[in-house]
């Protein structure tokens, strides 16, 4: 469970990373990105991994779709067989794709630069939430706040 303070301090860091992220993206209202630092290089293979990770689990995602079509229009031994196997490494390369997103959270930011480029690639995949609390409290560590 998230105390009341934790989910406060959390959001606070998520609007944080929110404007550094309009920063680097060059959104009107926010301060301009200075030239490009490098990042640590936990952060940079962490989203490295993440960005693979990402990719492999759309593709099977899109596998698994195109079974479950073929599927629905004739179901055959085949086709049922292929939908199971296309499912089950959907569902791995989802497992892959949160262990890596996971890292990349957790990776711990040292700089400026990495806060930027942490909350850019955050936010450029937003759709992934944060649903517990040992997840919300990496963040909150790797960003040097206490969890």
């Not at 550094?20 to 490098?38: H, L, N, Q, R």
């Not at 079509?69 to 199971?84: G, I, K, V």
């Not at 400026?112 to 759709?127: H, P, T």
């Amino acid at each position: 469970m998230v105390s009341r303070r934790q989910f406060l301090t959390t959001t606070g860091a998520v609007a944080s990373l929110g404007l550094c992220a309009g920063i680097v993206a060059g959104v009107p209202g926010c301060t301009p990105a200075p030239a490009a630092e490098p990042i640590n290089a936990d952060l940079a293979f962490a989203i490295e991994r993440h960005r693979a990770a990402l990719a492999d689990m759309e593709a099977s995602g899109r596998v698994q779709e195109a079974c479950e079509s073929a599927m629905r229009m004739l179901e055959t031994p085949d086709t049922r067989s292929a939908f199971d196997a296309a499912d089950d490494a959907f569902d791995l390369d989802c497992e892959r794709e949160q262990a890596a997103h996971n890292r990349v959270i957790a990776a711990p930011i040292f700089t400026l630069a990495d806060m930027r480029a942490k909350a850019s690639y955050l936010a450029s995949v937003s759709q992934h939430m944060i649903h517990d609390g040992d997840t919300m409290a990496a963040l909150l560590t790797s960003m040097g706040g206490e969890a």
